[in-house]
């Protein structure tokens, strides 16, 4: 179900396009979805579909194709490290590695306290900045040292209780 809130949300996003154009308006509602419930489950995908005259699969096909929209929960703080070419030629896989076993997860889980969801992410376009990490979808860390890695992880892991 989509409260009320979420609608007047979901309403803003859509008078920014034409009329008969509203399905334009399908990221950013999934998006509210996720800030909402914190992932975009396939009863949400059907309600947004319904909402915006969408084939509930043509929604599925753009939650499912940007890994920014979470298909299960995952942990507080999700850690996409860039895996592409320049960032491997940098680090990058040391980088995933470093971090899976500092977490004690591979790619793809969630630590057992919910904290961290490791998971690895195409290009985020700061190659010369490799390798290069996304936390929580907004915040880009560059140069991803160990010890970055490790005050990083730290310092989440420090706030995560509050």
Do not use: W
């Not at 309403?11 to 509210?32: F, G």
């Not at 057992?112 to 998971?119: E, N, R, S, V």
């Not at 490790?150 to 989440?156: A, E, N, S, W």
Request: aromatic residues 6%.
């Amino acid at each position: 179900m989509i409260s009320n809130e979420t609608k007047l949300r979901f309403d803003r996003e859509v008078a920014k396009y034409p009329a008969d154009q509203k399905q334009s308006a399908v990221m950013a509602c999934l998006a509210i979805v996720q800030q909402e419930l914190g992932h975009v489950s396939s009863d949400s995908e059907r309600l947004v579909a319904e909402y915006l005259g969408m084939a509930p699969i043509a929604v599925h096909e753009v939650t499912s194709f940007y890994n920014m929209y979470n298909q299960r929960p995952v942990g507080k703080y999700k850690l996409n490290v860039c895996t592409n070419l320049p960032c491997q030629l940098r680090d990058g896989v040391s980088t995933l590695q470093y971090l899976e076993k500092k977490l004690g997860i591979s790619m793809g889980e969630t630590t057992p306290d919910g904290l961290f969801t490791l998971q690895q992410s195409e290009c985020l376009g700061a190659c010369a900045d490799s390798p290069v990490m996304l936390v929580n979808d907004r915040s880009m860390c560059s140069f991803m040292t160990p010890e970055k890695l490790d005050q990083l992880v730290d310092g989440l892991r420090a706030a995560g209780g509050k």
